[in-house]
Structure formats: C-alpha cells, structure tokens
C-alpha cells in the first residue's frame, strides 16, 4: 500500500469474564455473543451492541438490554453501561483499538494488534490484576509465515510445576474450544486449589509469552 509497515503483533486473549462484563454474563450454556461494538453516548455512559445466538436466560442479560434487531439465528442486544470499566477499554487505553470481541460460557475473547512487546506484556498484565484470569489464545507476528519462522519456546523457563500444571490444563481439553474441563477440575486432579492453578497459569503464560516474543524478535 507504500506505508512503511513497522511489524506488529496480532493478539487474541481470553478473559474469565462472567462477573465483570455483561457480554461475558450473557453466555451461559451454549449461548455464543459475537460482533460486539460500542460508542459514548455522553456524561460517561456508553451503549454497546452484540449478537446472541442462542437461547438466552433473561436473567443474565444486562438489567436494561433489550432487541434492536433478530434473524431466524440472532438477536441483536442493546444495553447501556458506565464507561471506563470495561475489558476492552482497558486495551484500548494502551494505544490498541480492539478489533474482535466475541464471548462464549461466561469468557470474553477480544482481538487486537500492537505495534511492540511491551503492549502486549502491559494488556496481558493489566487484565490479570484487575480481572485474574487471563489466557492467550493467539499470537501472530507480522512475516510471511514460513517454517523458517516458527519460533521455538525455552521451556527451560518454566518449573516443574508450572510445565505440569499446563501439560495437565492441555491434557484435559482446558484451552480447547468448547472446553472439555474448567479451572476447578483441572485443580482437582492437580491436586491444588483453583486460586492456586490460576497463579501457576498465569506465571507460566507470562514466560511462555517472553520466549516466543523475544524469539520472533
């Protein structure tokens, strides 16, 4: 296009998100919400749409929520909520317009792209301080996606647990979509508490998330 591209890092995350975001809320089952946008409507309110496909409870719909528009397949959700508290907003506040947002049994996953590292560590960190559950689903840098480019990651970074812990979580279908297991069964069987699991979760992803950027650098 004769812009000079300056690389960049493609991101998806997956949030726990069933009590802090009401598209989150509004999944539960097989309910799927997808094509989710919003925009201010003034004196810090924001009004924010998305699609339900499925059938939903009404009580986990936003208290004001109501149809714009419905298919054979969907409906089309309206609500309005305060602004500035929002998963997506804390991306966007770190120079990253979210470009996806989509959510299915109570977890949120938004897509984004960031023009350095340390966006990415800052989202990653934020969103696990304020909402302590968060995965990567997906990460893609810019390049012609040849094998030449793959990039390997040091597991010498990861203890024992840690290595157990997501050896355990991939076992059990826990990054699979659906899930085949939740936080709570793969403790169980970790023998370990779910607040437990979340930490060594997070730890691990923080240094698998270094590796493979530092090795795609």
Not at 48 to 62: I, K, N, Q, S, T
Request: glycine residues 8%; negative net charge; charged residues 30%.
């Amino acid at each position: 296009m004769g812009v000079e591209s300056t690389g960049g890092i493609q991101v998806r995350l997956a949030v726990e998100a069933a009590e802090a975001c009401p598209v989150a809320a509004s999944t539960g089952g097989d309910t799927i919400a997808r094509s989710a946008t919003w925009s201010t409507a003034g004196e810090g309110e924001v009004v924010e749409e998305f699609d339900l496909v499925g059938e939903a409870d009404e009580a986990d719909l936003p208290e004001d929520a109501s149809v714009v528009f419905e298919t054979d397949r969907s409906e089309r959700v309206r609500f309005t909520r305060e602004g500035g508290d929002c998963i997506c907003e804390a991306v966007e506040r770190l120079g990253a317009p979210v470009t996806d947002v989509s959510a299915s049994r109570g977890t949120l996953r938004l897509s984004f792209h960031a023009t350095d590292v340390e966006t990415v560590r800052s989202a990653v960190d934020d969103l696990d301080a304020a909402y302590g559950s968060v995965r990567i689903d997906r990460l893609a840098r810019t390049g012609d996606g040849e094998a030449d480019d793959m990039v390997l990651v040091d597991r010498g970074r990861l203890t024992d647990r840690q290595q157990e812990v997501l050896e355990t979580a991939m076992e059990m279908g826990y990054f699979e979509r659906p899930r085949s297991a939740n936080a709570t069964e793969v403790a169980e069987r970790l023998d370990i508490s779910p607040s437990t699991f979340a930490e060594h979760l997070a730890s691990a992803q923080s240094k698998v998330l270094d590796s493979l950027l530092e090795g795609s650098a």
